[in-house]
Each structure stands twice: as C-alpha cells, then as structure tokens.
C-alpha cells in the first residue's frame, strides 16, 4: 500500500504541469523527470543482486553487466530481444509500456532488432553517462548526494512548484538505506534499467488544445518543444488541426446554424425547438441552406491559428526574461494576449459569418457581396460589431477550460501514473471535451450576446443594455438560447476533428 501511495503521488508531482496547452518543454534543463516505485526497485534488486555480494550492483564491472544479460537472455542465443526483455523488466516489477522498445531502439546499432552483449553493455555505458550528468545537475551544493531541497529546486526550474513532504516522497522512492538523501549508487540502480521518461515525453501525451475543435477558437495555442520547431514537425501539426478543424465544423455546421439561429431569434414569446428549428430553416431555404456561413467559418481557421501561434512566441518572448522558464500564470496572460489578437485581426470575418448564416435565400451572392452591402449600409464600424464582449469572453473561457484540463489531468495521473505516463486517447478526448464545456458554459451568455450585435443593423445597443433587455424579457436563462445544439455538436466536434488528424498526422508522416 505504502509503496503505491508513494508511486501514484511522486508520479503526479514529477508530471505536475505537462499540458501541452500550456507546456513549456523548452526548459533546457539536463533535468529529467523518471520514477519507479520503491517496490519495484526492491523487486530489481532481488532479481539482480543476489550474486553480487555487495549492497550496491557494480554497474562499472563486466561481471555484474555479463550476470543481468544471462538473465535477460532467456533462450541463450547470445542476444536480448525485445521479447526477452520486455519479459525480464515484467519479471523485475519494472514493466513500463514501450520501455522495452526503446531501449533495443537505442541501443540497437547493426539494426538487427536485438542487443547482443556488446551492444547491451554500450548502451547501459551510454545511459550511466547521462544519469551521472543529471545527477550532477540535481546535485546542486556537489555533497554527492541529493535531499529534498534540491529535488524542490530543480522541480522549480521546470515550473513545478511542490511543498518539502512532496519532494521527500520523491526522495523516498529512490532512497535504499533510508538516510533520506540518495547518493549516486541509490540514484543509478533506481534508473539504470529504464529509458528516461522526461518531461516532454509526457508532455507530448497530454498535448491538448490542438485536436479539439468545437468551433470556439478561444483556447490557449499549442506549445511546441525546441526539438519539434527546428524540425518541420510544428507547421505540420498546425497544418493537421486545421484540417481536422475544417471537416469538423463542416460536419457539424446544421448544429451551429441552429444555435445562431436560436440566440438571435429566439424568445419567451417566439420559442424555437431543435426540430421546430431545422424544420424552419429547411422550408425557406432546402436542405443545403443548413450550410449557410460554413464556408467563411473553415475559411477563417487558417489565419486564426497562424496569427495565434505567433502571436503567442512573442508574447511568451516579452514576458519572460532571458533564458528563464516562463511561469504558468505568464504563459496564460501570453496565450489570452494571443488569442485576442487573432480575434482582433479575424473579427470582420466573423461578423461575416453570422450575417451570412442567418441570410435568407437571395439576400446575398456571395461573401463578398455580403461585406460590400454591410460596408455601404453600415460603414466599417459595422465589422466590429459586438467585439467587446467577444474580447472579455476569451478570459472566462481560456482561463476555466484551463484550470478544469489541468484539474482532470492531475486526479488522473494521481491514480494511474504507477501503470503509465500515457493516459489513452479516451481519457484526454474525455478531458479535453469536459474542460472546453465548462469554458464555454462560462463564456456563453457573452457569446450570445455577441451574436446578437453582429446580427443587429443600423441600431447598435450597447453591450449592457442588451443584457439587461435579454434579462428583464426571457430572464437569466435567457442568456443561455442556443445552449442545446451547442453541447449536441460537441462531441461529433471532437471526435471528428480527433479521427481528421490522426489521419492528416499520417499522411504529413508525423505520426507518433
């Protein structure tokens, strides 16, 4: 028991923050983030000590190297597959999925798909080598061991912030004489036998932002690790989402239709229904006019995403100070920052969109005839109709579909993090869906109201008026018209856009 509590809670801190929405891999840092449970360093020891006559395993000795590759080698042809050791590591109480692989992928250099012995005692060589430079570098006052301080004082420099009894359970589960310190025996038993889970490895699983698209482009952009930018990796990914995006709002286009038909039209007085809706709409117009402003909606995912993921790098650039970690706090008021400039040089195509979805059959050719009438009609004003309440709606939503992915994430890895730092596409779907619900519940009455402006002609009320008259006619509810088709077009949403890039993922060749 006590050695689970240890391992699902030290799991959870080391991974505090990894969401990738808000991530910041690029921490430069030697640190890396590992943790097996004091259990299953135990059972290693057991498995692999017992001819060693001494307390510590002598990784510099052929012998000790020579005895673990026997061990591993269970039909004797003189190499370790993965097989081989995927079953020894499960036999150890070291099981962790794609350990295995990776360690054959690394150390595996005829390309034959096994280790031999030589190649075996090179990467366990190789793999010392970096723990000894990680060691070093969590070994701040150079005492040759580590405490709680300096575990807390590295975990700081990722941007995880944990309390003294967090770092001693950390501490704890790598900690054989119980000196509550770790020396540089206890350290490299602990992680000789185990491909390095750092901290981008987990960020990568929880990479949140850019999968789910529910029409609402309010979250925070992605962020991308150093190694991903110098790679074409990144541009691809955006390319992916966007695609992902742009079938999935197709897809779920009658839904949104719907909806802004529901917050303009409907009333106490003139009640719309889902079916009633779609009923109405496809008598005035057939079945395609389900599609109307569809078009401008995809069309506008690729400036938005572009100016966003730039205007983030900047934002993060000017907030954080030379060479230090941008603090999560900062990375939110960045990713606000970015998202209202991209709403901001976007915006006229939004007004757009609602005017061209509300339209009625032969209102207008087209987009551009769209924007030629409302400029003649309405002057160049008319392009930022309803802005400010746009703008304010981006805290509300950012700020709680953060908080609430954050949340969701951590409970999460506080109970399975023992098993494995990859959650499953089903719980970060899951996660990722609950928490951009909750920030659009937040931010709805403002998008409603929103909407409202955009579709209003000549006679412009202000923002706090038209609340007050959405209150005072239908009441608080009121403010929420349209809520239903939202939350149907959610999931389809998600799921679509999650199977589309998956696909584009592949077809771009950046499939993990």
């Given amino acids: ?220 952009p992605d962020e991308f690790t150093e190694e991903e930018k110098s790679s074409d990796v990144w541009w691809k990914q955006l390319v992916a989402g966007a695609a992902a995006g742009a079938v999935s709002r197709t897809g779920t286009a009658p839904l949104d239709r719907l909806k802004v038909f529901m917050q303009v039209h409907s009333s106490k007085t003139h009640r719309i229904n889902l079916i009633g809706g779609f009923r109405q709409m496809i008598m005035e117009g057939g079945l395609m006019s389900l599609w109307r402003g569809n078009g401008i909606n995809v069309l506008k995912i690729a400036p938005e995403t572009a100016i966003k993921f730039m205007a983030y790098e900047q934002y993060k650039k000017l907030l954080s100070s030379e060479g230090k970690k941008i603090e999560t706090h900062k990375r939110f008021i960045a990713g606000s920052m970015a998202g209202a400039t991209a709403q901001t040089a976007i915006y006229p195509m939004e007004v757009l969109k609602t005017r061209l979805t509300l339209r009625k059959t032969g209102q207008y050719a087209g987009m551009f005839d769209c924007a030629k009438k409302i400029l003649r009609k309405e002057g160049a004003i008319a392009f930022y109709k309803g802005y400010v309440p746009n703008l304010i709606g981006i805290i509300p939503y950012a700020g709680i579909d953060l908080a609430v992915y954050e949340t969701l994430k951590n409970t999460w890895l506080s109970y399975h993090a023992k098993d494995s730092a990859n959650p499953g596409v089903l719980v970060l779907l899951g996660c990722g869906t609950i928490s951009s619900t909750c920030g659009q519940l937040a931010s709805y009455p403002l998008a409603l109201v929103r909407t409202r402006m955009q579709a209003q002609g000549k006679h412009q009320p202000s923002m706090s008026s038209l609340l007050r008259t959405i209150v005072a006619k239908d009441g608080f509810f009121g403010l929420y018209r349209g809520i239903l088709p939202n939350f149907m077009k959610v999931i389809p949403a998600v799921s679509i856009s999650y199977v589309v890039y998956e696909y584009m993922k592949t077809g771009l060749g950046i499939s993990k």
């Fill in 1 to 220: 028991g006590s050695a689970h509590n240890h391992c699902s809670s030290s799991q959870a801190l080391w991974t505090e923050r990894p969401s990738a929405k808000y991530s910041n891999a690029q921490h430069g840092s030697s640190v890396r983030c590992f943790h097996i449970s004091s259990a299953m360093f135990q059972a290693l020891r057991t498995a692999l000590l017992p001819r060693a006559g001494c307390s510590f395993w002598d990784a510099d000795s052929e012998r000790s190297y020579q005895e673990l590759f026997d061990k591993l080698d269970t039909n004797n042809d003189g190499k370790v597959d993965v097989a081989e050791l995927r079953a020894g590591l499960k036999k150890m109480g070291m099981f962790r999925h794609g350990a295995a692989q990776k360690i054959v992928l690394t150390g595996d250099q005829n390309q034959d798909g096994c280790l031999d012995f030589t190649e075996f005692t090179k990467y366990l060589k190789d793999h010392e080598m970096k723990l000894r430079l990680t060691f070093k570098s969590l070994d701040r006052n150079n005492d040759g061991r580590i405490d709680a301080s300096e575990i807390q004082q590295a975990l700081a420099e990722l941007g995880i912030e944990i309390n003294r009894e967090a770092a001693q359970k950390i501490l704890q589960s790598m900690d054989i004489d119980g000196s509550m310190m770790v020396d540089w025996n206890e350290f490299r038993e602990h992680f000789l036998l185990y491909p390095a889970f750092n901290l981008e490895e987990i960020i990568r699983y929880w990479k949140h932002s850019l999968v789910l698209d529910i029409g609402d482009s309010l979250s925070i």
